[in-house]
Nanobody, 116 residues
Framework: VQLVESGGGLVQPGGSLRLSCAAS????????MSWYRQAPGKERELVAT????????NYADSVKGRFTISRDNAKRTVHLQMNSLKPEDTAVYYC??????????WGQGTQVTVSS
């Protein structure tokens, strides 16, 4: 299993970024996919989840209305569009797949820094 995130960077408050996660090594279209983030000194937290066909999506309260998760099963990718970014969104963002069952898999993470 391989999950490769991209799209992070430095952005000013109020700006936007689009993260992508390219997946391989498992039946991508059969699994829920999630984005997590971990800020310095804090625990990793769930940001957004999308079901296998995209029919159900959930967000952390802190990002509702600003972030949008989406997926393209044909391209085996999941995206996180982040708008109206705030300094408190600064974190390493990780892609997660619940495969293998009971263990799950993480990407290497992509740094998002929101600062003026």
């Amino acid at each position: 299993v391989q999950l490769v995130e991209s799209g992070g960077g430095l952005v000013q408050p109020g700006g936007s970024l689009r993260l992508s996660c390219a997946a391989s090594g498992f039946t991508f279209g059969s699994y829920v996919m999630s984005w997590y983030r971990q800020a310095p000194g804090k625990e990793r937290e769930l940001v957004a989840t999308i079901t296998s066909a995209g029919g159900s999506i959930n967000y952390a309260d802190s990002v509702k209305g600003r972030f949008t998760i989406s997926r393209d099963n044909a391209k085996r990718t999941v995206h996180l569009q982040m708008n109206s970014l705030k300094p408190e969104d600064t974190a390493v963002y990780y892609c997660y797949a619940p495969y293998p069952s009971g263990y799950g898999s993480w990407g290497q993470g992509t740094q998002v820094t929101v600062s003026s």
